[in-house]
């Protein structure tokens, strides 16, 4: 009796070990990084989307003469040494349903579709033809966003002053993945002119590095699933190592008691 439940317990203690061991492979980024990874240049220009936020700043030597460009919100009076100036944040400009944007003295103007450094290019020739020669224009998208779910240590929304993110960068800031977070199965939903995609990704290789989903778009969303083992077992793997030390004590305790 004694020896079959000796047995039991190795048989226990084995299954729990197993279960709370990952494979390296299944674990490691990039596996073949320094056989596959092109020289190719990696362009990347954040595009406008509808019902996208941009804030665009004009400025120039002679700031009065760019003012009427700049609308401000929230403006004060603020005194100093050099006298009076204005402060206050940038309006932001919405990109309607049709893709336009109405611009103060330029009127409406096609947004959608055109990357931040031709919005930048083309609002600055066309105030330079017309307006003032030196102008000088900067465009963002200051409702960047991205969401992470799944298997990662930080889900949640991600709110980017930046226009240029990668997946890696995405997953970092999301306190990269969990151990049973599936490398090999990354979902990236992305809305497409109104219409919602979906693709995957496979961390463990770098190929994804050259395609469009290496760089991260306004309002994608990534989702980690789980890996294999963890979708069998059912939450089983997260307590496997209490399951090893119940097992441990047990064992323990049979062999005190089989000695006595």
């Known amino acids: 009796m004694k020896h ?4 039991a317990v190795l048989l226990i203690l084995g299954i ?9 492979k299944r674990l490691l980024y990039l596996q073949d990084i320094d056989t596959s990874l092109t020289d190719n240049e990696l362009n990347y220009q ?3 989307k509808k019902d996208d936020i941009l804030r665009i700043s004009v400025t120039s030597e002679n700031m ?4 009427p460009f700049n609308q401000l ?10 006298g ?3 402060q206050g944040q940038l309006f932001g400009y919405l990109v309607d349903n049709h893709g336009t944007l109405v611009f103060p003295l330029l009127g409406t103007i096609e947004a959608a579709g055109k990357t931040r450094e031709e919005m930048t ?13 030196d102008a000088v224009v900067d465009v963002r998208i200051v409702n960047f966003k991205v969401t992470v779910l799944g298997e990662v240590n930080r889900p949640g929304t991600f709110n980017l002053d930046y226009n240029r993110i990668t997946l890696l960068q995405v997953l970092g800031q999301a306190g990269d993945l969990t151990i049973y977070g599936n490398r090999k199965n990354i979902t990236i939903l992305r809305d497409v002119d109104g219409v919602q995609t ?3 990704v496979d961390l463990t290789t770098s190929d994804f590095i050259d395609s469009d989903f290496y760089y991260l778009q306004q309002n994608d969303v990534v989702v980690v699933e789980p890996n294999y083992a963890q979708v069998q077992a059912a939450g089983f793997n997260r307590n496997a190592s209490l399951y090893v030390s119940i097992a441990s004590i047990l064992l323990s305790l049979i062999v005190i008691i089989s000695r006595n």
């Open 46 to 48: 954040s595009i406008i």
């Open 64 to 67: 009065e003469l760019v003012q």
């Open 4 to 7: 079959n439940l000796f047995k």
């Open 198 to 200: 979906s693709h995957r």
């Open 16 to 24: 729990a070990l197993i279960s709370s061991c990952v494979p390296k």
């Open 84 to 86: 009076i100036g204005q």
């Open 73 to 82: 919100i929230g403006i004060t009076n603020q005194s100093s040494l050099n």
């Open 121 to 133: 290019v083309f609002l600055q020739s066309k105030i330079r033809e017309g307006f003032v020669k």
